[in-house]
């Protein structure tokens, strides 16, 4: 893990717990959220991994914005169904004032501000500003390009409009594929045949997502 350089672009991520006073366990909650993020880790690595901060947030740094669509979609799918994180994205740069306080055991947030973070807080408002009626919002992303930033924030929606729709096999299913389980081994851990995952797989709309995260970003 290393420290996001100044003036480098990198992509801030905010996560807040959506609905978090109506959760039964909120420690629950967040440790299932700190093992989404860890485990999506494995796959995608993160320039700083996810550290908790105040008032039920999450802040973790990608090193681009692909690295950063990545992990949230996989944060998203592998999360309960009782815990869902709006996530704001934000392209830009980080200005580390401080590493945080470490007194030997536990080492405290860090201190940042920068282009990046003001940004993902931007986008993290636009997802809950866009929150539909029928499909929720869970993701928004903010750059200084407009056209990159509507054209990304457009996938986004479809993105979430797919994912939220789908059932919970679907979802675990579409998650054991996304941190690199193959369509056999997901059938095992199901109890299902190769073949109902893959028509799984089709019929959500889970094997669209996997080609596009599978894409190279556009900038």
Known sequence: MSSPQPDHPVAGIIADIV??????????????IMEAFARAEESVSALRSA????????????????SALQLTLRVQALLPDSVRLRFGIGLGVINEISTGIDDGEHQGSPIQDGSAWLHARAALDDA????????????GFRAEDPVLTGSVAQMLTLRDHVLGRMKARERRLFAALLVGDTQQEAARAEGISQAAVSQSLHRSGAMALLDADREDFPC
């Not at 609905?19 to 299932?32: H, I, N, V």
């Not at 105040?54 to 692909?66: H, L, M």
């Open 128 to 139: 809950e500003s866009r929150q539909g009626k029928r499909d929720e919002i869970l993701t």
């Open 51 to 66: 550290w908790a901060t105040v008032g039920d947030e999450f802040q973790v740094i990608a090193s681009d914005a692909r």
């Open 19 to 32: 609905a978090s006073r109506a959760l039964a366990d909120r420690r629950a909650a967040q440790r299932d």
